[in-house]
């Protein structure tokens, strides 16, 4: 399964991705799938939570993913979010660019 959280940028055209608009949304997939072949993330969700947050919640709830993409311009959350995937994902691609 893949996955894009993005509260603003429009979504790819095709429909081989699930594309949610909020942490809430993102989480209750992650609970009911748990491993992914794809997960894009933007930092900045409008909201109290962001794509730190959901990564948080991967690494503590044993989400699986082979490739985590992020891809905000946010100039603080993107390289803490690439330290979290480093540290915690050590095995998985990361990639940062945009939708």
């Known amino acids: 399964m893949k996955l894009i959280l993005d509260d603003k940028r429009q979504f790819p055209d095709n429909n081989s991705y699930n594309c949610v608009r909020t942490y809430g949304d993102c989480v209750l997939l992650m609970s009911v799938f748990k491993k992914f072949t794809f997960v894009s993330l933007d ?12 990564l948080v919640y ?13 891809h905000s311009d946010h100039e603080i959350g993107v390289p ?14 990361v990639t940062t ?3």
């Open 43 to 54: 930092y900045d969700l409008g909201e109290d939570k962001t794509g730190y947050d959901v």
């Open 58 to 70: 991967m690494a503590e709830n044993n989400i699986e993913a082979e490739h985590i993409n992020i």
């Open 80 to 93: 803490k979010m690439k330290a979290y995937v480093n540290e915690h994902f050590p095995n998985i691609k």
């Open 97 to 99: 660019n945009s939708l």
